[in-house]
């Protein structure tokens, strides 16, 4: 598989207990928002997603949080496993004017057992 | 990865030559897209194709050109490698226009000497 080595913000968290990854966008046209986990050796995979008219959506274990008064989105991971250490990426899509989206550059997780 | 193929995986190249890499999916997917990872740029777009023979161009473009002669093939040419085209390269597919989440290849870690 492929990966880079990356030179990211990293966030080491304990088996068991909950992780926030931040993001903060940069085009308040934004309007959907989306949450990717790459893997070591992998491509990205999608996670979960948020439209603008929305402030919080929950999946397994997930919840994305969206703040778009300062431009800020969050990842939340309840009880983080370590199955969970991967690279998050954030990602602003703009619908109007045509296709365009911007993905941030990421943060490492890390989950010490 | 399921769905989506990349070929070659890994490909070491003197600067000058000529490479193409192709990316197949079987997902009858629309919307085909030619990514770069580098360490610090997080994914930039190449090219990106919204139907057979309909491509445009992405933020990082120069020094590439794509193809899409058939529906699940998407093809990435360097015409003259460089070393500044050392990269992960990634190809992802999405449904369409409504559809942002997007699903991505394995990766293709192409190297120019």
């Known amino acids: 598989g492929e990966s880079v080595g990356l030179h990211l913000p990293t966030l080491s968290v304990q088996e068991g207990d909950n992780s926030i990854i931040n993001c903060a966008y940069s085009?308040?046209?934004?309007?959907?928002f989306i949450w990717y986990k790459q893997e070591s050796g992998k491509g990205p995979q999608f996670i979960i997603d948020?439209?603008?008219?929305?402030d919080k959506r929950q999946g397994q274990r997930v919840t994305v949080l969206l703040n778009k008064t300062v431009k800020h989105l969050s990842l939340q991971i309840a009880a983080t496993q370590p199955g969970d250490s991967a690279v998050y990426f954030c990602a602003e899509n703009i619908s109007t004017g045509g296709f365009k989206t911007i993905f941030g550059a990421g943060t490492r997780l890390f989950v010490k057992a | 990865d399921a769905g989506i193929t990349q070929s070659p995986r890994h490909k070491v190249t003197e600067t000058g030559t000529p490479v193409t890499l192709r990316c197949h999916q079987t997902?009858?997917?629309?919307?085909m897209y030619w990514y770069r990872q580098d360490p610090g740029h997080g994914l930039r777009l190449i090219h990106y194709?919204?139907?057979?023979?309909?491509?445009d161009k992405g933020e990082v473009s120069d020094g590439y050109s794509v193809s899409r002669s058939k529906t699940e093939d998407f093809l990435l040419t360097l015409e003259s490698a460089t070393s500044s085209q050392t990269s992960v390269y990634f190809c992802?597919?999405?449904?369409?226009?409504?559809?942002?989440?997007?699903?991505f290849g394995p990766g293709t870690r192409l190297t120019v000497t």
């Open positions: 085009n308040s046209a934004s309007d959907y």
């Open positions: 948020i439209r603008s008219n929305m």
């Open positions: 997902e009858n997917h629309r919307y």
């Open positions: 194709s919204y139907g057979v023979k309909d491509t």
């Open positions: 992802a597919i999405s449904r369409g226009p409504d559809s942002y989440e997007q699903y």
